[in-house]
């Protein structure tokens, strides 16, 4: 979707730690044809989230308390109309196995700006 469709993609930011949550949002926002729809601190509440606020895309940060961002990820995934989700961490991608999950790309915290946000968005249109 462009923006001059006037239509805007909705986001959900997942991450455990404020200032993380608020940087993410800070991206999103700065990303032409995105706008931030909610903020949630865990896997658990991203469940929850997706299902009320039905974004077209999740940021979730992969190491979360309780249930993790890989596996809150492939619970979100399972569902027929389910949103992208773009994993995203302080680690390494081979730091942990994100395999099974279904997440449509992985980016660096350090590396996520608007032209990773719209790149991974664009790879994931083009997956689909």
């Not at 930011?13 to 995105?34: K, S, Y």
């Not at 619970?75 to 997440?103: K, M």
Request: aromatic fraction near 6%; charged fraction near 25%.
């Amino acid at each position: 979707m462009s923006p001059s469709t006037g239509a805007e993609i909705g986001v959900l930011v997942v991450d455990d730690q404020d200032p993380f949550r608020r940087a993410m949002a800070a991206v999103v926002e700065e990303t032409d044809g995105f706008v931030v729809v909610g903020a949630v601190a865990s896997g658990e509440e991203s469940l929850v989230a997706v299902k009320e606020l039905r974004p077209g895309l999740v940021l979730m940060d992969v190491n979360l308390p309780g249930i993790d961002g890989v596996e809150a990820t492939r619970r979100i995934r399972q569902a027929p109309d389910a949103p992208v989700v773009i994993l995203l961490s302080t680690y390494d991608e081979d730091e942990f196995d994100r395999a099974g999950c279904d997440a449509t790309a992985y980016v660096s915290k350090a590396s996520f700006s608007p032209e990773r946000l719209q790149e991974a968005w664009a790879s994931a249109a083009s997956a689909h």
